[in-house]
């Protein structure tokens, strides 16, 4: 049996600032790379190459959970709680990390060339799993992610000043504002005007929160408000987390990720039970015209529409950093479930008047976003929010969204930099 050696963690692990189980002759993580471990100021130990453990090991099967017909691809989710990436470069260090919101002017430059050097140890071991998936990775897509990532990073901030975000309305705050969402504020208005003295208090209680967050919340018996509001919540912590740059605040989020994803998808059957039934003489047709919401009430509709954008928000992030980390993500089905009304002026009303009026007057561009190009063309440059930028930005890329939004609406994203 392996025990602990009383040295310092081993080259590899300090190399790569990961944490080390120090066990002798070799720890756990160079066991499972099958490189040789040494320690310093010890000699190497001289023994066969260790054996390698298989895949199957380092992600346990499991049946992925079903909602309505939807199946959650987790089964990377899992190993990514046990094991987060490792970089020769010093792109997730604070504070030089350039998804750090307290240094983040509308023209930073953006260096991603650590993240394009990670190897995470799940990715190395089920290589032969992914072989047949194509590569997305490229300087044209990772110029879209970077874009979007970017955007991600701003929510924590636009949350605190605004107290809405492009999944987050207002109105939940009206009459009794819930503690978990009031919670998931204050901790980002902390963050916000965090120091190098008070950062350790302001990183401890982030993470306080966010473990009471998940322990105090039962997804499968919790009502559609109280769901929707500690997903959103939720959200905005792992946000803060994968964005920041701090290694140990990023590994608990990817460690919370498939909660994230279990919550969202708990959410996205709430948006089936809201939808009006297809009629069995037009099951044939398109499944669009099936979640177009013919609520007329505001506040069901608010209610309703921030599931669907907490729904997409919560992939959208999962998808962008699994990029960033890996240089791919895993699909997602891009069904009828993936619907949002995109007009802005119906999102951003913060009265029924208001909503109303944009509701008869604006088209209200119900998208499925597996049908964007056709479903955009009612749209204006300034009818859209900034979710429909981003979801156009991962579509169409910078220079097709710059041209279609033109440059007065293009400097609102930080999209009127010239792209080469």
């Not at 080259?11 to 120090?22: E, N």
């Not at 590569?135 to 636009?158: C, H, M, N, Y």
């Amino acid at each position: 049996m392996a025990s602990r050696s009383r040295h310092k963690s081993c080259v590899a692990c300090i190399q790569t600032k990961r944490k080390c189980d120090r066990t002798k002759p070799s720890c756990q993580r160079c066991i499972a790379r099958g490189t040789v471990c040494h320690y310093i100021g010890r000699n190497p130990p001289q023994q066969a190459p260790a054996p390698r453990i298989d895949s199957s090991q380092l992600v346990p099967a499991s049946s992925s959970p079903s909602v309505n017909g939807y199946f959650v691809q987790h089964n990377e989710i899992e190993a990514l709680t046990a094991f987060t990436p490792c970089t020769d470069a010093s792109w997730f260090e604070f504070p030089n990390h350039p998804f750090n919101l307290a240094s983040m002017p509308d023209d930073s430059a953006f260096i991603f060339d650590g993240i394009n050097n990670i190897v995470p140890l799940q990715l190395m071991e089920s290589q032969a799993i992914n072989q047949d998936r194509p590569a997305s990775s490229g300087s044209i897509v990772q110029a879209r992610v970077e874009f979007v990532a970017k955007r991600l990073a701003r929510v924590p901030r636009t949350f605190v000043e605004h107290g809405q975000t492009m999944f987050i309305h207002r109105t939940q705050f009206e009459d009794l504002c819930p503690p978990v969402l009031q919670d998931a504020m204050s901790a980002c208005a902390l963050y916000c005007m965090r120091t190098a003295v008070n950062q350790p208090f302001v990183f401890q209680n982030l993470q306080h929160k966010c473990q009471h967050l998940i322990a105090n919340t039962d997804a499968l018996h919790a009502s559609r408000h109280s769901l929707l509001a500690a997903t959103q919540a939720l959200l905005i912590y792992q946000t803060i987390r994968l964005f920041d740059g701090d290694i140990r605040l990023r590994a608990h989020a990817e460690a919370d990720e498939m909660t994230s994803v279990l919550w969202a998808t708990r959410l996205q059957a709430f948006a089936c039970d809201t939808a009006p039934p297809i009629p069995a003489s037009e099951e044939s047709m398109t499944v669009t015209m099936s979640f177009l919401d013919t609520t007329s009430d505001w506040l069901s509709w608010t209610l309703n529409e921030s599931i669907r954008r907490t729904f997409i928000f919560a992939f959208v992030l999962k998808g962008i950093y699994n990029f960033l980390k890996l240089g791919h993500d895993s699909p997602i089905d891009l069904r009828a479930f993936h619907f949002f009304t995109a007009q802005a002026a119906l999102w951003e009303a913060q009265s029924e008047v208001g909503w109303c009026h944009s509701r008869l007057n604006r088209e209200r561009l119900e998208i499925q976003i597996s049908q964007w190009d056709e479903d955009i063309k009612a749209a204006k440059p300034e009818d859209v929010d900034e979710l429909s930028v981003l979801i156009m930005v991962m579509l169409w890329g910078k220079g097709v969204t710059r041209l279609w939004l033109g440059q007065e609406h293009s400097m609102l994203y930080g999209l009127d930099a010239p792209i080469y």
